[in-house]
């Protein structure tokens, strides 16, 4: 190669962008979420659910499939598909004529409702969402089981208690805040009262101290007066008796 050729190796800041687009840059997969166990009673009816996180807008070409694979069997079959706005029930098998679409792909739900149920349909449901471009991520699976009658389960029945132990608690912790709200507020109108009753009694006896004040003067006045009459009676009456002993 002559010298002063341009050299045919890769840029490093093209290897660096190439580095990080294929290496650094994260895969977000689709990841699909569905009950571990439910429950049916023959005759009835089950919601199979599911839905999905997807880091992509839900796309017009998403799809939704489910399969089912019998209690003890080794294979799964397709029973349901949703494509281009679609639903497709399969027309094998023993759910042809049981199977109901009540998912909304907009809200991201691909749920099924299973009619009229019987011992055979024990076994598990796969949940399979596409949404393009976003497609890669793992299955979500339910578990069925039919009874004859629905058996409630430990879990229910413990949640039943410990929110009614919750309820009665909250209940005695409000009566006991009703009480004490009622308590303080009496005693605060009580208190108002004997506030009030000790202002009027304090203005009564101002008042009264205040007439006793006003008074005093006047019966000093009146004092002296009844004794300068007496003594002016007094001496009159004097007079007179020297009068008369000077007339003999």
């Not at 880091?55 to 294979?75: A, K, L, N």
Request: net charge positive.
């Amino acid at each position: 190669m002559a010298s002063g050729a341009p050299s045919s190796s890769p840029s490093p800041i093209l290897a660096a962008l190439l580095f990080s687009s294929l290496v650094l840059s994260p895969t977000l997969a689709i990841v699909v979420y569905t009950d571990r166990e439910v429950y049916g009673a023959v005759g009835s009816q089950v919601t199979l659910h599911c839905s999905f996180w997807s880091s992509e807008w839900v796309s017009d070409d998403i799809s939704f499939t489910w399969r089912y694979q019998p209690e003890g069997g080794r294979d799964a079959i397709s029973i349901f598909h949703y494509a281009k706005g679609q639903p497709y029930i399969d027309e094998v098998g023993t759910f042809k004529e049981r199977i109901q679409w009540v998912g909304d792909p907009r809200w991201k739900d691909g749920s099924i409702v299973i009619h009229n149920l019987d011992y055979s349909d024990n076994g598990t449901f796969t949940c399979d969402v596409k949404n393009p471009p976003d497609i890669v991520g793992k299955t979500s699976q339910v578990t069925l089981y039919v009874f004859e009658k629905v058996p409630t389960r430990y879990g229910v029945v413990l949640g039943a208690v410990i929110g009614g132990i919750l309820g009665v608690v909250l209940l005695l912790v409000l009566l006991f805040y009703l009480v004490r709200y009622c308590w303080l507020r009496r005693q605060a109108t009580l208190q108002r009262r004997l506030s009030a009753m000790e202002k009027g009694k304090f203005h009564k006896s101002s008042k009264d101290s205040s007439k006793r004040g006003r008074q005093t003067p006047v019966l000093y006045a009146m004092l002296d007066h009844s004794r300068s009459t007496k003594a002016a009676s007094e001496k009159k009456s004097k007079g007179l008796g020297d009068s008369r002993k000077d007339k003999k």
